[in-house]
Structure formats: C-alpha cells, structure tokens
C-alpha cells in the first residue's frame, strides 16, 4: 500500500478476513431475510431441518471466524487513536460476536424443545424472547458499527479501505501520490 501514503502502511485484512467478513454480511442478511414469522412454521419437517442446519452452519463459520480474525489480524485503527475509541470498537466487535452466538444459540434452543414436543410452555417463550433480544441489539450494533465505518471513511485513516473493497480512500499525502 505505498502509493497510498504512511498514514496506510499497517497491518491490513488479509483476503480471506475480507472474504469472510462479507460472506458473512450475505449470510446474515440471509438469516434474517428467511426469519421464522411464527412459531407453527416450524411444523413443516423440511422448513424445521432447513432452520436448524442453517443456524448450525452460521454458527460453525461464526465461530471459525472468530478464531482466525483474533489468532491472525489485527485491528486497522491507527495506533494514535484515543485509548477509549479502541475500547469502543473492541466492545461493539465483541458484543457483535456474542449477539450472534446468541441468536444462533437460542435459536437451536427453541428448535431442540420444539422437537421434544415443548410448544406453548413458559420456558420456549422465555428462549424466544431471548432471541428477539439479540435479534433487537444486533440490529443497534451493526447500526453503529456501520456509521463508525463511515465516519473512518470521512476522516481517510484507511480504516474503511482495510475491509470495504468499494470507495477506496485516497491518500492526503500529496508527496506519496507522486502529484
Ligand atoms: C442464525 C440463525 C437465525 C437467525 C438469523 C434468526 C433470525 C430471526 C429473526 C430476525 C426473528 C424475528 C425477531 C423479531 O421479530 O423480533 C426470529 C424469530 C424467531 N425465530 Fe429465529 N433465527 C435463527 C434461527 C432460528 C432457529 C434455528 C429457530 C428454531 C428452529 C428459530 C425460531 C424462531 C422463532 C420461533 C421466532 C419467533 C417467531 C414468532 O414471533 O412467533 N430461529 N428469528
Ligand atoms: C455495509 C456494511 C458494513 C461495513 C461498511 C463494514 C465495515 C467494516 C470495517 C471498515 C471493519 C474494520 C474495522 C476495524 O478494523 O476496526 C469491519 C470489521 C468488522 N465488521 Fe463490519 N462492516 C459492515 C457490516 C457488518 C455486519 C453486518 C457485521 C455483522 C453481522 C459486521 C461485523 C464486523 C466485525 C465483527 C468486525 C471486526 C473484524 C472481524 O472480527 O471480522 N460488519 N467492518
């Protein structure tokens, strides 16, 4: 990234960190865009099976995930960042992991009851209820987390070029740009 600029030479997502995060972003949307509306849908054995594999699968590449981004990246906030802004975005990346765990979780829950025959007993609504939850906060995280992406974009620190592969930064350094 030398063309770039100082400000860029740090360590930045490799190709399969990007890979993954955007994977991710489709599968999410997915997951959502093919929610449970209520809870007889889950009658329908193959509507079930597909739930219950899809929420296993999204749990298995979620916990993949997490393992390789925390053994071998490292964040691309610049080192001269306020302590507290890197405490923020470890937060929202943190809660982030652990709402999805969450949603998947309570998710597989309600299915394993379901499947023992619990339907309408306080225990299921108590799961379900949880799993509105962290379907509510992840949306509030992802808000913030893309609005942060955004005001990095504005502020050009190469943040948002470390993992969005449109709307590239450019850099301030006119010296490096060979301008
Ligand atoms: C990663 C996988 C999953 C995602 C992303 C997901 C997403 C969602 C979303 C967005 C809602 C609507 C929440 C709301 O309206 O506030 C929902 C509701 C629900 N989900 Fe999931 N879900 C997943 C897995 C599962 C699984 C495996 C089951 C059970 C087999 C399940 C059962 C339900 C039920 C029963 C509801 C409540 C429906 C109602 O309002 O009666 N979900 N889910
Ligand atoms: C248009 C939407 C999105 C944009 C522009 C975006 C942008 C970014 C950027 C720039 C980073 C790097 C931040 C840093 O290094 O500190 C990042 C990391 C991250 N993003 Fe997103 N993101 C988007 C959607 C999402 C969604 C929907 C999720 C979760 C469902 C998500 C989860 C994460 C997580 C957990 C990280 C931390 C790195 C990792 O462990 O993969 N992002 N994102």
């Known amino acids: 990234m030398k063309a770039l600029g100082d400000k860029f030479e740090k360590p930045k997502y490799s190709f399969l960190a990007m ?4 994977c991710f972003v489709i599968l999410f949307a997915f997951g959502i865009y093919k929610q449970v509306d209520d809870i007889s849908q889950l009658e329908d054995i193959s ?7 899809f929420a296993s699968v999204f749990l298995l590449f ?13 964040t691309s906030l610049p080192d001269n960042v306020p302590k507290y802004q890197k ?14 765990v969450g949603i998947a979780g309570s998710g597989l829950l309600i299915g394993y009851f379901y499947s023992l025959g619990f339907r309408d007993e306080f225990l299921v609504t108590i799961i379900i209820g949880a799993h509105e939850f962290f379907v509510s906060v992840i949306y509030w995280l992802i808000s913030i987390h893309v609005i942060a992406a955004i005001y990095h974009r504005l502020k050009n ?20 740009d060979g301008r």
């Open 19 to 22: 890979f993954l995060h955007w």
């Open 87 to 100: 405490f923020a975005a470890k937060f929202v990346h943190f809660s982030m992991y652990a709402c999805l």
């Open 47 to 53: 509507f079930f099976r597909a739930e219950i594999m």
């Open 157 to 176: 620190d190469g943040v948002w070029s470390s993992m969005v592969p449109i709307w590239k930064e450019r850099s301030t350094n006119s010296k490096d």
């Open 62 to 74: 979620l916990v993949f995930r997490f393992f390789y981004m925390t053994k071998t990246q490292k």
